[in-house]
C-alpha cells in the first residue's frame, strides 16, 4: 500500500507546482515523440499521470460552467497530473453541438475547445484528443451512418460507419477540421500545438458485425494514414479497449469479442502508442472480488508484455477506474486500494524501463458536477485521500526523470 497524503500538504503542493513549471516550459516548445517503447521530451523518458474529462468542451463554451474547466486543471496540477483525454467530438445532438451537420459546426462549441485547450497549457497539461465516439452519446458512429442515410445511402447498421465511402468521407472532413483549427485563444493551429500529447481515432471502436477483425483494421489504416498526411508532428492512437481478437480468445474477460484485435491493429504503422481500458465492474459483474483482482493484474500484464516483446511501442492505461455504484462490495476503501494497485504496477514497469508511459483514470469533475455523476466520479478537492494517492504517483514517475 501507498501512504495515503493530505491533498493539502504544502509540501506536496510546492513540488506539484515545480513540476507545473517544468511541463510548462517544455510543453510550450516540444512536441512528445515516442523512441522505441516510451516517450520522451526533449530526448528524456516522460510518464504520464492524469485524468479524463469528456465534459471539458461542453462546460467551457458556456461562460457560466467555464471555470468548471479551470478550477479542474488547477486542482489536477496541483497534484502533479500532466495528462487529460477529452472529447473533441458532438455530433448532430441536440444540445450544443460540436458538428451540426457534415461539415457545418457550432463557433460556439468550437471556442469551448479553443478555451480547454489554451487553458490545458496554461496549467502544463497535455491532451489527448478523441475524434469520434463509438457509442450514441454525443452522436458517435450511428449519427454519421445516419447523415449518410440521409443522402440515399443503403445503410443497414451502424457497423457501416467503417466501411461506406460516404460515411468515412465525412469522418476525414471532421478530422481536417478539428486539426486545422487555429485556436481563437492563443492563435495556434491544433497541428502545431504541443499542448496536444496525441489524437485518438474513437473512443473505444467496436465492430461485432465483422469478428474476422478486417473492417476495423482496413478503417484504422485508412484513417491513420489521412491524420498523418494532414499532422506529422503529434502522434496518433486508437482508442482500443485491449480485447484481442479471435486468435487469442481465451485473453479476452467472458470470452468477449469485438471485432478488434489489440496486436493487429496496433501494428499498423502509423499507430504511435496502444492503450486499454479496465473495467472489470463492468466486464465481470458476476465474478468474485478475488476474480476481477486476478484479471485486473493479467490484464494489464499481458498488455504490457505484449507492448514491450511484439508491438515494441508504448502502452497507457487510458481509462480505469471503480463505480461506487456497483457492485455492493465497492466503497471509498476499496476504490483507495484499487488505484494505488493499478498506480504500483504503472511505476515498478516504468521503473523497470518498461513500456508503461502512465495511466489516466475516469473521471475527474469539479465540485458541483452533480448531475453528471456515473459512479465514477472523483472530485479532488472533496477527496483528499485518493487526491494524496495521486499525487504520489506523480511524484514517484517524476522521480524516473531525474
Not at 458536477?369 to 504520489?392: F, Q, R, S
Request: proline share 4%; hydrophobic share 35%; net charge negative.
Amino acid at each position: 500500500m501507498l501512504k495515503k497524503t493530505s491533498f493539502f500538504h504544502k509540501s506536496f503542493i510546492s513540488i506539484a507546482i515545480l513540476f507545473l513549471l517544468r511541463f510548462g516550459y517544455c510543453q510550450r516548445n516540444s512536441f512528445v515523440k515516442r523512441r522505441g517503447t516510451r516517450f520522451v521530451l526533449k530526448g528524456r523518458p516522460l510518464y504520464l499521470n492524469g485524468f479524463n474529462a469528456y465534459w471539458l468542451m461542453l462546460m467551457a463554451s458556456d461562460p457560466s460552467t467555464r471555470m468548471k474547466v479551470t478550477d479542474t486543471f488547477e486542482q489536477a496540477s496541483q497534484c502533479g497530473m500532466n495528462l487529460a483525454r477529452t472529447w473533441a467530438f458532438s455530433d448532430g445532438v441536440d444540445y450544443k453541438p460540436l458538428q451540426i451537420s457534415p461539415g457545418f459546426y457550432n463557433e460556439e462549441t468550437f471556442k469551448g475547445l479553443d478555451f480547454v485547450v489554451s487553458e490545458a497549457r496554461n496549467y502544463g497539461i497535455y491532451l489527448i484528443l478523441s475524434l469520434v465516439n463509438n457509442w450514441k452519446d454525443f452522436g458517435g458512429k450511428s449519427q454519421y451512418v445516419e447523415w449518410a442515410k440521409n443522402q440515399g445511402q443503403p445503410l443497414q447498421h451502424e457497423d457501416d460507419f467503417f466501411t461506406n465511402s460516404l460515411v468515412k468521407q465525412y469522418y476525414k472532413n471532421h478530422i481536417k477540421a478539428v486539426l486545422t483549427r487555429v485556436n481563437t485563444y492563443n492563435g495556434i493551429a491544433y497541428k502545431d500545438d504541443p499542448t496536444i500529447f496525441a489524437w485518438e481515432l474513437m473512443n473505444e471502436p467496436r465492430c461485432p458485425s465483422d469478428l474476422s477483425g478486417n473492417s476495423l483494421q482496413n478503417w484504422i489504416t485508412e484513417m491513420a494514414i489521412h491524420v498523418k498526411s494532414i499532422d506529422k508532428k503529434h502522434m496518433l492512437e486508437i482508442g482500443l479497449e485491449g480485447f484481442y481478437g479471435e486468435e487469442d480468445y481465451n485473453n479476452n474477460p467472458n470470452k468477449l469479442l469485438f471485432g478488434t484485435d489489440f496486436i493487429w491493429n496496433n501494428l499498423i504503422h502509423q499507430i504511435d502508442f496502444a492503450t486499454i481500458h479496465l473495467y472489470p465492474d463492468q466486464w465481470m459483474p458476476n465474478s468474485t472480488a478475488e476474480a476481477r483482482e486476478e484479471f485486473v493484474y493479467k490484464w494489464l500484464e499481458s498488455h504490457i508484455e505484449d507492448s514491450d516483446l511484439v508491438l515494441k511501442k508504448p502502452f497507457l492505461l487510458a481509462e480505469f477506474g471503480q463505480s461506487l455504484r456497483l457492485p455492493k462490495d465497492y466503497n471509498m476503501t476499496t476504490r483507495d486500494s484499487y488505484f494505488e494497485n493499478i498506480y504500483e504496477t504503472i511505476y515498478v514497469c516504468a521503473r523497470n524501463e518498461g513500456p508503461c508511459g502512465g495511466a489516466i483514470f475516469w473521471q475527474a469533475m469539479a465540485k458541483g458536477m452533480e448531475n453528471y455523476d456515473d459512479g465514477y466520479e472523483v472530485v479532488l478537492e472533496d477527496n483528499p485521500n485518493i487526491a494524496g494517492i495521486i499525487t504520489l504517483q506523480s511524484l514517484r514517475l517524476e522521480s524516473l526523470r531525474s
